[in-house]
């Protein structure tokens, strides 16, 4: 393979550099750079082969993410496709596929299934562009992009599918805090917490899914955010990510969205916002008149359950994983988690692990 790319199948690959960079982000030791090149690409080059019949296509890396999965743009015939790549061993395509033609059923903007082979992890589907609301959002825009954002969120909240998913329970949320102590606090800063601290990670896990269980349980996306909303031809936006949905608190991907890890907003302006999204929720049936108050706390203790959570996985996406580049979004995360511990007493235990163990390590 050269820096032309190679032809097989009918399906054109781009250079080998490329190729690489499509895969070199996955785990370390789970991927082998010569076994994909070897077997995955003779794959996926048939199947896609077969399923789009004779004719040239081109295949670039389009993206990936934090999980096994990656992305390629199939060029083509006049027009453009997205070829998912989810190893089955690692992913469940089927699950994306399913939860796709579910959302879209609704009214959402999520991927057209156009083939799928789910035993060995390959889906065809419909390209979304790559206008993502990351690059876009800005002091003029965000009110529109947002917008457009929170009424989708209502209408998966009103209508979205339940049949089938898993419940964002007590020991589900209890596993995802503990990848903050396992990862973050542990392997990222080298911190092992006392007997009285941990007593005090104990309260705090109290707290956070007490609040939790206690909202109205709806439909959740579980990363709705600006980096999986994409710009569109109505209906806009464009949802992707969306395999892990669950049912789970009003509040969650609410928060996900307005307090982003990887976009910070003036905090009133968020608080705007969320309550704008109330009135809307109210309206639509997704709640019952809520004090406002109330809201706003869980909003609030959500969001920190959520910030502890990501932070976990940004240190564990750069120690096991290899995915160094997360960890920027860490400092922006803890920001977060510093300003809703220090408004809420019931919080105060956060509040010194932050000042004392997370401070002084960093």
């Known amino acids: 393979m050269d820096g032309h790319g190679v032809s097989c199948n009918h399906v054109t690959f781009g250079a080998e550099r490329q190729l690489r960079h499509g895969l070199d982000t996955g785990s370390a030791g789970e991927f082998n750079t ?15 082969g077969t399923v789009l019949g004779t004719g040239e296509h081109a295949l670039e890396p389009a993206s990936s993410d ?23 061993e690692h992913e469940d395509c089927a699950r994306y596929a399913d939860l796709a ?11 057209e299934i156009h083939a799928e082979d789910h035993d060995n992890g390959l889906l065809l589907i419909s390209d979304l562009g790559d206008r993502i609301y990351l690059d876009e959002l800005n002091e003029q825009s965000a009110d529109r992009l947002y917008g457009d954002a929170l009424s989708a969120l209502a209408a998966l909240q009103a209508c979205g599918p339940l049949e089938g998913l898993p419940v964002y329970d007590g020991p589900f949320l209890r596993r995802e805090l503990e990848i903050f102590r396992e990862w973050f606090l542990g392997r990222h800063l080298g911190v ?11 309260r705090i896990c109290a707290v956070l899914i007490a609040s939790a269980l206690e909202q ?34 009003v509040t969650y991907d609410l ?13 009133d302006r968020v608080t705007d916002w969320a309550l704008g999204y109330l009135a809307l929720a109210v309206q639509s049936g997704i709640l019952p008149e809520t004090a406002p108050e109330r809201f706003l706390s869980w909003f609030d203790l959500m969001g920190a359950q959520r910030h502890l959570k990501a932070c976990g996985i940004f240190a564990r996406l750069r120690h096991r994983d290899g995915k160094a580049h997360y960890v920027n979004d860490i400092p922006r995360t803890i920001d977060y988690l510093r300003d809703v511990a220090g408004r809420y007493p019931e919080l105060a235990d956060l509040q010194r692990l932050i000042r004392d163990r997370v401070d002084e390590a960093a």
């Open 34 to 48: 010569g076994v994909f090149l070897t077997e995955r690409h003779d794959l996926m080059t048939r199947w896609v």
């Open 66 to 88: 934090a999980s096994f999965r990656r992305y390629w743009r199939v060029s083509g015939a006049g027009r453009t496709l997205i070829l998912m790549d989810a190893p089955p």
């Open 101 to 111: 033609r579910r959302f879209r059923a609704i009214g959402l903007h999520t991927p």
């Open 192 to 202: 092992e917490l006392t007997p009285e601290e941990q007593l005090g990670w104990e």
């Open 216 to 249: 109205p349980q709806v439909c959740v996306h579980r990363d709705y955010h600006s980096r999986n909303l994409m710009i569109t031809d109505p209906p806009s936006p464009g949802i992707l990510d969306f395999q892990d949905a669950v049912i789970g608190p």
């Open 255 to 267: 928060v996900s969205l307005l307090r982003d890890c990887y976009i910070a907003w003036n905090p």
